[in-house]
């Protein structure tokens, strides 16, 4: 039972490059997440899905895009990276709304753009 | 403004000594508070989840506690083992699907 997966684990890019970080969970859930974890912070949610074809902002979402085709699959694009974006990235996913619902990370996404 | 605050930053203790963190919040409306650990280089995993009739949790050595009317949680751990070093992090729910992250506290534990 993988969980949530997310891959790459580390990753250096220059500024300007984009990227994807893929995040995949079996466990059929509906709700899916990303945050950035920074030094001294609390996580930030960046973007969330509902489900299939349903995707929003959170409260960090500028340089960020997502989509949402398959229930398993949550993909982050960086679209043109920035030092500000050196941070741990982490894919979440729970089944339903929060009331009482368990949410699973995944192991996390080292990101530096130089 | 929805906030959650954590003491201490950090913490040293030695192995078998018991220590409490402590979580602070202003969340409103409260739905549900969580504690989370997370080792270094790893996500987080839950530990517990209480809701707002709830005040006391247990899983293994970790004992959660929660007052909604003064808005203060406390995570309790036995027994301290040197596995138990790691970031504990409280998380806040706000009905509306709103989650609130403390910064976390890093526990360490000595030999």
């Known amino acids: 039972n993988a969980g949530v997966t997310q891959t790459p684990k580390f990753q250096v890019l220059k500024t300007g490059q984009s990227m994807t970080l893929q995040c995949a969970q079996d466990?059929?859930?509906?709700?899916m997440s990303w945050y950035r974890q920074d030094p001294g912070m609390g996580l930030r949610l960046i973007h969330y899905?509902?489900?299939?074809?349903?995707?929003d902002q959170g409260e960090v979402p500028n340089g960020y895009n997502v989509s949402r085709s398959t229930t398993e699959d949550f993909p982050l694009r960086l679209l043109s990276a920035a030092p500000s974006q050196t941070s741990v990235y982490f894919c979440?996913?729970?089944?339903?709304?929060?009331?009482?619902?368990?949410?699973?990370f995944g192991e996390g996404s080292w990101l530096t753009v130089v | 403004k929805n906030q959650v605050e954590q003491s201490p930053q950090s913490l040293i203790i030695l192995e078998g000594k018991n220590c409490t963190l402590q979580c602070n919040y202003t969340v409103s409306p409260f739905s549900n508070l969580r504690w989370y650990k997370q080792d270094t280089g790893r996500g987080p995993v839950s530990l517990t989840i209480?809701?707002?009739?709830?005040n006391t949790k247990s899983n293994g050595r970790y004992t959660a506690t929660l007052d909604a009317d003064t808005k203060q949680s406390s995570l309790h751990i036995t027994a301290s083992q040197l596995s138990d070093s790691a970031s504990y992090i409280c998380?806040?729910?706000?009905?509306?699907?709103?989650?609130?992250f403390g910064a976390g506290t890093i526990l360490r534990v000595k030999s």
């Open positions: 209480m809701t707002f009739s709830e």
């Open positions: 979440a996913s729970r089944r339903g709304p929060l009331e009482g619902n368990t949410i699973y």
């Open positions: 466990m059929n859930h509906e709700y």
């Open positions: 899905s509902v489900g299939a074809g349903i995707t």
């Open positions: 998380v806040v729910s706000a009905y509306g699907n709103k989650l609130v």
